[in-house]
């Protein structure tokens, strides 16, 4: 079965340093990797999404991620972080063979301070 | 456009008792999944729902039941109440299922067992 490991729960950091928040997955077939964003008292909001193609993908709000196939993971970046990224980050994976819905790892929240 | 919206937004009931949650999809989006967010296990798929038939069931007992409508709105029960199943129920829409589009979520509902 599908897996999605973030490897941290909570990453503090100041305001303008960059901040990377990981992801690793378990499976070797192809998936499709996703991030969301859950600010307080919210739903889940689509960061951005790997389906195929280029390694590096581009979501809002200046948050990009890589694709790294070979070390099965799905890392997040953002080179300045700003007081208002403060929130809840979820990776998720689908299996699009089996048709699977959203697999979720259990969430990094990020803590921006000044 | 309007977004996914869940009906209560919270919830009070006790031990014994069941419950009716809703949702209602974006418009023209056809399928409908369901979740459970606590702070211990996070994220965990529930069902998902397409052309008013269930595709997917997470690992809940069967207490946990779900349906869709024609107009693609979906309610979900939980029968007979346990503490523990005290969480956010967070619903979200796409166009189709699939795992490659991307899912809109709800606010989610809030339920609290006594």
């Known amino acids: 079965a599908q897996s999605v490991t973030q490897l941290d729960s909570q990453v503090p950091v100041f305001e303008e340093a960059p901040v990377e928040l990981r992801c690793n997955y378990s499976s070797s077939v192809s998936v499709y990797l996703f991030w969301y964003v859950q600010y307080p008292n919210q739903g889940l909001q689509l960061l951005l999404k790997?389906?195929?193609?280029?390694?590096l993908v581009k979501g809002i709000n200046g948050f990009e991620a890589e694709f790294n196939k070979s070390q099965t993971s799905f890392h997040l970046r953002k080179p300045s972080v700003h007081i208002s990224d403060t929130a809840e980050y979820f990776c998720?994976?689908?299996?699009?063979?089996?048709?699977?819905?959203?697999?979720f790892g259990k969430g990094t929240t990020l803590s921006v301070s000044s | 456009k309007a977004g996914v919206t869940q009906t209560p937004r919270y919830l009070i009931k006790t031990r014994g008792q069941q419950v009716t949650l809703s949702c209602s999809p974006i418009?023209?989006?056809?399928?409908v999944s369901w979740y459970q967010q606590t702070p211990g296990q996070g994220l965990q798929f529930l069902f998902e729902y397409f052309s008013e038939t269930q595709r997917n069931k997470g690992n809940f007992p069967g207490r946990f039941s779900g349906r869709q409508f024609s107009n693609s709105r979906s309610e979900m029960n939980v029968s007979t109440l346990e503490l523990g199943d005290s969480a956010l129920y967070l619903c979200a829409s796409s166009l189709d299922p699939g795992g490659y589009n991307e899912q809109f979520f709800g606010p989610g509902t809030r339920l609290t067992v006594l």
């Open positions: 418009s023209g989006h056809r399928s």
């Open positions: 790997y389906l195929s193609g280029s390694t």
């Open positions: 998720a994976v689908s299996d699009p063979q089996a048709g699977t819905a959203l697999i």
